[in-house]
């Protein structure tokens, strides 16, 4: 904006120089656009800008269009004011339990106090930076692997609240913190995957053990009622002997005390030769012709 008022002005009067006896004109309207141009500044809608007369705070102008005294008036720094993401990370930090790791995290700050930021600070993107990777460094040191990777939440939140205690006095708030990944070495991941493995057979022996005790306990417990009732005895054999018959092809060794308990030789016998094997009952080869 500023060149094409400078530009426009310098024309005018270059124009009108022409045109004149003399150049005078055409200097001052040049020397007149010099200082519109340099007066003239304009902040984006996310910018604030801080103004300095004779080198001493003055007020901050912005967003759009304002006027500065020129040779008077500087402007240094033009401040963001959106929310910025910056990614940090700490590179072999030891954990409270010695275990090297590597962590990399995502800051989301903002300016609320543009004078702040500009005046009580050299570098206010570089000073964020810088306090939020030693506050990541210090929270490392004092939590267990296990707690960092399981409870990473808690770790964001705790991250927040140290980082916004630093940056408050220079005008930044920080609005969340969040862990993106633990890189741990090698050899150890290998040794946590076999302990995972271990830990989940024995979950899982346990309830298989679980099952045998419910199931010999449900035995128990169908012992006792058989015990003192024979004919539920005598026909759950029955249905046990009929389930297996039901199988094409199924051999069934059934002794000889149950067979007569239950009169079932005959039916057994006929079974068998339905299927064309009498010798699947008698166990015995068929006697050849002499």
Known sequence: ?????????????????????????????IIIALFVASAV????????????RLEKFHRLAGPGFFLIVPVIDTVPTWV?????????NAEQTLTKDTVP???????????????????EVENYREAVAWAAQTALRDIIGKTLLSEMLAGRDR??????????QR???????VQSVEIRDVIIPDNLQDAMSREAQAERERKAR????????EIAQKFAEAAQAYQDNPVAMHLRAMNMLYEGLKEKGALIVVPSTAVETMGLGTITGLASISQGS?????????????
Not at 42 to 50: G, N, P, S, T, V
Not at 155 to 164: G, H, S, T
Not at 206 to 213: D, F, K, R, S, V
């Open 155 to 164: 770790i964001d939140e705790e991250l927040r609240k140290v980082i916004d």
């Open 1 to 29: 904006m500023s060149v094409v008022i400078f530009l426009l002005l310098a024309g005018l009067g270059i124009w009108w120089g022409i045109g004149a006896e003399s150049p005078a004109p055409a200097i001052i309207l």
């Open 80 to 88: 963001d004011q959106r929310v910025i993401a910056s990614p940090f």
């Open 206 to 213: 346990i309830i298989l053990g679980t099952a045998e005790t």
């Open 101 to 119: 790791v590597d962590v990399d995290a995502v800051l989301f700050w903002v300016v609320w106090d543009a004078q702040k930021a500009a005046l």
């Open 41 to 52: 500044k304009i902040a984006r809608q996310w910018e604030k800008a801080l103004v300095l």
């Open 278 to 290: 009498p010798e699947k009952v008698t166990g015995k080869e068929p006697a050849g012709e002499d």
């Open 167 to 173: 940056t408050e006095p220079w005008g930044v708030a």
